[in-house]
């Protein structure tokens, strides 16, 4: 599975951002899909995760109420919608395929895209 991760970019605090990761290879529908996120400086840190049909959904306490993400499997795709972001949102946000038992622990994701920047300016 190859990962593709697109859609940062520079917003103002308060306003919204949809990062999508569009994946290649038949099998992505098997798999739960991850957003992490690394911030200059700062260790890589868990932001949600979907599992394979999108039937469940976690996310950190950090983003709980302001992030969601959704899955079309139809379209290889998973989306990050962003809300009300935050300066101390700003990072590379990176997505990750992993089984489907995969939340937080990023050990338990094989496959991981490029990542995409979201500066989020005050």
């Known amino acids: 599975v190859q990962l593709q991760a697109s859609g940062g970019g520079l917003v103002q605090a308060g306003g919204s951002l949809r990062l999508s990761c569009a994946a290649s290879?038949?099998?992505?529908?098997?798999?739960?899909t991850g957003w992490f996120r690394q911030a200059p400086g700062k260790e890589r840190e868990f932001v949600g995760a979907?599992?394979?049909?999108?039937?469940?959904?976690y996310y950190a306490d950090s983003v709980k109420g302001r992030f969601t993400i959704s899955r079309d499997n139809a379209k290889n795709t998973v989306y990050l919608q962003m809300n009300s972001l935050k300066p101390e949102d700003t990072a590379v946000y990176y997505c990750?395929?992993?089984?489907?038992?995969?939340?937080?622990?990023?050990?338990?994701?094989?496959?991981w895209g490029q990542g995409t920047l979201v500066t989020v300016s005050s």
């Open positions: 990750a395929a992993g089984s489907n038992y995969a939340r937080a622990d990023p050990r338990h994701y094989a496959y």
């Open positions: 290879g038949r099998t992505f529908s098997s798999y739960a």
């Open positions: 979907i599992t394979w049909r999108g039937g469940a959904t």
